[in-house]
């Protein structure tokens, strides 16, 4: 054995060859010793496998990958369909947002954790249904969001919340934007409306995405409670006239999550390029041209013809069940995840969250305006949850 010459290669796939290059000398080595040889063998290859599936592991564990089998309990997100996402985020290449993706998501949900602590105990309060909104006060805020709109449309009154997020940049006096986030919380209160305020500093350009954490996620905020329907501002004026708990109803249509398709845009490139056109007249509509274009560009690439013309929704009213058998949590989270990966729209992000849902439509709603509307299931969820997209908020309001 001490005279043969071995020589073991490491191929890329993991396949290890061995040649014996003496066989003469080999065999006349002590059969002892030379038994020992193809269990080393063994044992490496296991040893190798063992720390792949480590790294593997590890992995799943960063980019939040999980078996679709387990995926309809925990706090889980389903596997993102837009692989290449998970090798660059979108705002990689933008000097002026650089590292706003891989900024540490603890820190934005840090910003809401005093409000949680108060959403919690309105939501064991609250058990049947709940309406809120998100009012943002920054520099960079349109005013749409922080404009007081209309009373809230709820038999409880302290079962209507407002969230209202003051953003104030260091360096910057903030005294303006405090004093307007009071002045417009007392009118807000006086209306009707609970009304939870969070303050912090920090770049004004992460306000829209620290915002976005109770629209996307209510289950954080209101987990006692059934029916949850949020409204932006300034739809509220356009509902008033109906119960929250009537409209929450209808736009869930028996599905656990409800919402309308967008009125105007029949792909998510014609959204894309809907938005870039506010931009003339809204100019903060966007914090990163360059976040949209490749958010788009990777949806286009990924999803089916159907896929992005089926999920064009109107994201400024819609309604879920949150605390049932069933809910809109798995979605929400998946919603959630698929917007804080770089991407600079929620809706635009809607695209792909119901894409790694596997969202099939299976019973149609009468509808003049594009080929979308109805209740779709999906094929990942065991529990099958449903999405319910309607014709127009007209139709049933």
Excluded at 187 to 210: K, Y
Aim: net charge positive; glycine share 6%; aromatic share 8%.
């Amino acid at each position: 054995v001490q005279n043969a010459t071995h020589t073991l290669t490491c191929t890329q796939n993991a396949s290890y060859l061995l040649f014996l290059n003496d066989t003469p000398m080999l065999q006349r080595a002590n059969r002892k010793y030379a038994a020992i040889l193809p269990i080393a063998v063994v044992a490496l290859i296991f040893l190798i496998c063992a720390l792949i599936l480590s790294c593997w592991e590890g992995y799943v564990g960063t980019f939040g990958i999980a078996d679709p089998e387990t995926e309809a309990s925990g706090n889980k997100i389903l596997p993102r369909d837009l692989s290449s996402l998970h090798g660059r985020h979108c705002t990689e290449d933008d000097d002026t947002n650089r590292g706003r993706s891989t900024l540490p998501s603890k820190l934005l949900f840090s910003l809401w954790q005093s409000a949680v602590e108060e959403t919690v105990k309105i939501s064991s309060k609250c058990p049947d249904t709940i309406v809120y909104s998100v009012s943002v006060f920054s520099s960079r805020a349109e005013n749409h969001h922080i404009q007081h709109q209309a009373k809230p449309n709820i038999d409880k009154r302290y079962c209507a919340v407002l969230l209202i997020l003051t953003v104030t940049t260091e360096g910057e006096s903030g005294d303006a934007l405090i004093g307007a986030a009071e002045r417009s919380k007392t009118q807000f209160m006086r209306d009707g409306w609970t009304v939870i305020s969070a303050q912090d500093n920090l770049p004004a350009i992460l306000a829209r995405r620290a915002s976005r954490i109770p629209k996307l996620l209510p289950g954080l905020f209101f987990p006692d409670t059934k029916f949850v329907l949020y409204s932006d501002l300034k739809m509220l004026s356009r509902i008033q006239k109906m119960d929250a708990a009537t409209l929450a109803n209808k736009l869930l249509s028996g599905a656990q999550f409800g919402i309308v398709q967008h009125p105007s845009t029949a792909t998510v490139l014609a959204e894309s390029d809907f938005i870039k056109l506010g931009r003339t007249h809204r100019p903060t509509i966007l914090d990163s041209l360059d976040s949209l274009d490749i958010q788009v560009a990777l949806l286009r690439a990924k999803l089916t013809n159907l896929q992005q013309s089926s999920f064009g929704v109107e994201g400024q009213l819609f309604a879920r069940v949150i605390r049932n058998s069933t809910s809109s949590g798995l979605f929400d989270r998946t919603w959630f995840d698929e917007y804080t990966s770089g991407c600079d729209r929620d809706q635009i992000a809607f695209y792909g969250a119901a894409t790694r849902m596997k969202l099939e439509r299976f019973h149609k709603f009468p509808c003049d305006a594009f080929d979308r509307s109805g209740i779709y299931v999906s094929r990942f969820d065991s529990r099958k949850f449903t999405l319910a997209i309607h014709c127009s908020l007209e139709s049933f309001v």
